[in-house]
């Protein structure tokens, strides 16, 4: 097992025909937290779309390696199955399917890609119930329509109730702190904390130094019009918290 | 009354009476294969009578699918609730005429009908023609129709969680026909 978990190289990506990501390159190790911070339009959302595999975002140079393979050859299922993890910033509702039917073909489908049988049913309920007690949901959580009618509050933490279940490699949390009260905000980063391995990874992105006064990040990375100006350790966020992101050049 | 059709194995009256306080509950089911000219009357007579109808259809192939529903309150008090859900793929065609009637004098008509479809390819072709017909005032109706794709944030959000995309898609169809299928599973009858 390799210590190095994700490497960007010279990553060129944008929608339509704008290119949003200019040439990005950084590297992850394995048991790193890194936080991407960055004014609004600077491509943070762009660069967590491309490492998901968002389909109507285009790749136009560079590359992406995770855990040495090509991660732009995946599809995003595939992406999921090798262990990536995307915590939406607008979670997205699915009226009609339940979280408990949308959990169960998930994990069965990264069961089957590993040749793994189907979970039982004591298994998959005995698993629920855990993982919604990590993100302090209740029962009838599970019979829910995805994410349908929830609070801004409720939808981040089944974010990280799914990310909980699935036990992502690398995980990617993009703007998770947008629209959190701090008891929500406790609650989710408790819940990244706990997930945190020496085998697993983060990129933490937010456009505050809120978040990380939570989840500490080992290195920081300033991202301003789709390039990283700035790499280094939590000063970074002081800097940007006392002077903005205008006194870090690009 | 609460009765089930499924299209291709069961006949489908063509003309239902409803008398004075009588109630039906009614589901059809164009079951995929199945190409079908249903044509429907049901007639409100007797006053408190209520009409709950439902209708499905999964067409993904060359399927022609026609559904002409008239539902008449030709008295006073009367309810009818409508919901008709496609789903059309392949080269399929569907098309759904519903014609709500409100006679002369049938005050405090409640009718509502919806239709609802969603296509799953370019070649697929759906009709909505909703009809309300009011001869009578004090009366509360209404019709609604949409048509839509698959949506690709939902499919995306589901991919990324590790469900293959011919999964998500057919979890959406499931949730988007579930309103209808599941009063056709509750009898037991499907």
């Not at chain 1, 389909?55 to 732009?72: H, I, M, N, Q």
């Not at chain 1, 799914?162 to 490699?169: D, F, H, R, T």
């Not at chain 2, 697929?124 to 949506?151: F, K, M, W």
């Amino acid at each position: 097992m390799s210590d190095i978990l994700l490497e960007i190289k010279g990553l060129r990506a944008g929608i339509e025909s704008r290119e949003i990501l200019k040439g990005v390159d950084f590297t992850i190790r394995r048991g790193e937290v890194h936080a991407i911070m960055g004014p609004n339009g600077a491509g943070k959302s762009t660069l967590s779309a491309v490492l998901a595999g968002r389909p109507d975002y285009k790749v136009t140079a560079g590359s992406v390696e995770f855990d040495g393979r090509d991660l732009l050859a995946m599809a995003p299922e595939e992406r999921s199955w090798e262990g990536i993890f995307l915590s939406f910033q607008y979670p997205v509702e699915i009226p009609g399917v339940s979280i408990s039917n949308f959990m169960k073909a998930a994990m069965n489908a990264r069961r089957k890609a590993a040749g793994l049988p189907e979970l039982k049913p004591a298994e998959f309920l005995a698993l629920m119930k855990e993982k919604m007690a990590f993100v302090q949901m209740k029962g009838e959580f599970a019979r829910r329509d995805v994410n349908a009618g929830f609070s801004g509050g409720e939808k981040k933490r089944n974010e990280i109730f799914q990310m909980a279940m699935l036990e992502p490699v690398l995980s990617i949390l993009d703007e998770t702190d947008s629209g959190l009260d701090v008891d929500a905000l406790r609650i989710v980063a408790e819940g990244v904390n706990r997930l945190r391995t020496p085998q697993t990874a983060s990129i933490v992105i937010t456009h505050y130094q809120r978040l990380l006064e939570y989840i500490v990040p080992d290195v920081v990375h300033v991202l301003k019009d789709g390039r990283i100006v700035a790499t280094g350790g939590a000063e970074l966020v002081q800097q940007i918290e006392t002077q903005g992101y205008d006194s870090i050049d690009g | 009354m609460d009765s089930v059709y499924v299209i291709g194995r069961d006949a489908v009256p063509s003309l239902v009476r409803l008398g004075s306080g009588e109630s039906l509950k009614m589901t059809l089911v164009v079951p995929e294969g199945e190409s079908c000219k249903l044509e429907l009357e049901i007639e409100l007579d007797g006053p408190g009578a209520s009409l709950d109808l439902a209708g499905a259809s999964m067409s993904g192939g060359s399927e022609q699918v026609n559904i002409k529903v008239t539902v008449r309150h030709n008295v006073p008090g009367c309810r009818s609730e409508q919901l008709f859900k496609s789903v059309a793929g392949g080269q399929a065609r569907v098309s759904f005429d519903g014609l709500v009637y409100v006679a002369h004098g049938a005050v405090r008509t409640v009718a509502h009908q919806q239709n609802h479809s969603l296509l799953l390819s370019g070649e697929a072709l759906v009709e909505s023609r909703p009809q309300l017909e009011i001869y009578a005032d004090d009366v509360e109706c209404s019709h609604g129709a949409t048509t839509g794709y698959l949506n690709p944030e939902e499919l995306f959000y589901m991919r990324s969680r590790g469900i293959p995309e011919d999964v998500a898609r057919a979890m959406q169809v499931e949730a988007f026909l579930a309103p209808v299928l599941s009063r056709a599973g509750e009898g037991g009858q499907l």
